[in-house]
Structures are given as C-alpha cells and as structure tokens.
C-alpha cells in the first residue's frame, strides 16, 4: 500500500494514497446536489425540533411551537369513537334478544362486536 499522493492519469484527479490489488482511491469531491440534499435535511431536523414536540424532560416532553400531542388527538379520536357508538350501546343493552335480531343495523353493531371480542380472547 502506498502513501503517495498523485495524480490519475485518466481523469486528472488526486489519489488518496490507498491502493489495493492494484487499484488506486481517488479523492474525488461528492456532488453538489448531494451536499445540498443533506444541508436541506438538517435544516428540516431543526425546524422540526422546534415545531413539533421532540425532547423528552423528566416527566413529559417539551411541546413545540405548534403545541401538537399525538397523545390529545388519539383521545379526541377516542372520544369521538365512543360518542358514536353510544346509541347503539344504549340499545343493546335495553332490548331484548328478539328485537335486536329483527333490527338489522343493531344485529351487525352486535355481530361485529362480538367477532371482536372472540378474537380478543
């Protein structure tokens, strides 16, 4: 292996003095674009940082200028889930056998209710 630097005689480029079987490193510069890609993605990492939640502290996180929780909306969501369903709940509970399985909309409610909960355990 060779420490000397010199010049490629192909493309005029400077080695990096590694040679191996015969084949010599050249040191080339990476490309423009890549660079440029890779300074966007470190201003992105930033603007992230300070935008959206990101450090945790001892015993929550810091929130970020826009004051987004994932944890808030999946119980928004939740909630919302809930409210929907509450009719049908209601229903199921206060009729009897009978007239569930002759309502269509509350007999599917109660199948997939329980195809859930058989799978559960």
Known sequence: MSDKVEKDEFSGTDTTGHEWDGIKELDTPMPRWWLWTMYGTIIWAIG??????????????TAGFLGYSSRGSLEQELAEATEALA??????VTLE???????????QFALRGGKSAFAVN
Do not use: C, F
């Open 48 to 61: 992230y940082w300070i935008v959206m939640p990101a450090w945790p502290l001892v015993s929550s996180y």
């Open 87 to 92: 009719t049908d709940r209601a229903a199921l």
């Open 97 to 107: 056998l009978s007239a569930v399985k002759n309502n269509d909309q509350l007999y």
